[in-house]
């Protein structure tokens, strides 16, 4: 079992950063790929960025590229995701998961999930 933590949410204007926060309950978190996803209203959970085992390996959907940065800190036990120029249109619940190893972009192949923080951006 991992319980993850996200922390970091808030309200900020358009063009503004955020860093969001996850933090794994697990000892082993270094085995586990991390992705984060976002849900806004009337929509489906999608994709926003994932990252392997060690770091090595990210990927991202093609809305955020260039903007958001996925990264880990094994030794913390915290995966982070830095975005920046953000748009009214990132605003959404945001999730963090994980999965042994590798990533996907496939939200049904993440076995735990943490409980979201809320992302909002004013134009």
């Known amino acids: 079992q991992v319980h993850l933590v996200e922390s970091g949410g808030g309200l900020v204007q358009a063009g503004g950063s955020l860093r969001l926060s996850c933090a794994a309950s697990?000892?082993?978190?270094?085995?586990?790929?991390m992705g984060w996803f976002r849900q806004a209203p009337g929509k489906e959970r999608e994709f926003v960025a994932a990252i392997n085992w060690s770091g090595g390996s990210t990927l991202y959907a093609d809305s955020v590229k260039g903007r958001f940065t996925i990264s880990r800190d094994n030794a913390r036990n915290t995966v982070y995701l830095q975005m920046n120029s953000l748009k009214p249109e990132d605003t959404a619940v945001y999730y963090c998961?994980?999965?042994?190893?590798?990533?996907?972009?496939?939200?049904?192949?993440?076995?735990?999930w943490g409980q979201g923080t809320q992302v909002t951006v004013s134009s």
């Open positions: 998961a994980c999965r042994p190893l590798t990533t996907t972009q496939v939200a049904d192949e993440y076995n735990y």
């Open positions: 697990r000892r082993t978190f270094s085995g586990y790929a």
